[in-house]
């Protein structure tokens, strides 16, 4: 009979005894109740202005990986393509010529323009030889083909 009075007794503790978690509702209260979120909740279109300020960071960010990626070691924009690439390795052997970049420009698969850029252009001579070679190696008129020296 004792045992029957513990295992009632027992269950009539587990019923009467509710554990309760406050934390979720304290800190919900707590957020709730904060100046900063009242003051965000009176401001108007409230949403929107999260949206563009959402939408400017992202931008930024997208803007600043992708300027990354396209400069070069100098600062500046530009990116070489092979045959630019080709053609400044072979132009910077020239002697005298120093360090070069070329561009070159194509219209529907024709080559209507080449910059040559190059440290030793100052040079008559340089600026002859390369202007020769850039000429000679895409196989155009020297007419479309100028030679600028890099400045120091």
Do not use: H, P, W
Not at 50 to 73: E, H, K, M, P, Q
Not at 80 to 99: F, H, K, N, P
């Amino acid at each position: 009979m004792q045992i029957d009075d513990k295992k009632n007794s027992l269950s009539n503790e587990d019923e009467n005894l509710k554990i309760e978690d406050r934390r979720n509702d304290g800190m919900f209260a707590r957020v709730k109740n904060n100046s900063v979120i009242k003051k965000l909740r009176g401001i108007k279109n409230i949403q929107i202005i999260a949206l563009i300020f959402i939408i400017a960071v992202g931008l930024i960010i997208y803007s600043s990986v992708t300027t990354a990626n396209r400069g070069t070691s100098d600062g500046t924009n530009s990116v070489m393509t092979a045959e630019e690439q080709r053609l400044s390795a072979v132009l910077s052997s020239i002697d005298g010529a120093g360090t070069v970049e070329a561009m070159i420009t194509s219209r529907d698969g024709d080559i209507v323009g080449v910059i040559v850029i190059a440290e030793g252009a100052e040079s008559i001579t340089v600026r002859l030889k390369l202007l020769d070679a850039a000429a000679c190696a895409l196989g155009v008129s020297k007419q479309i083909v100028n030679v600028y020296s890099r400045k120091n």
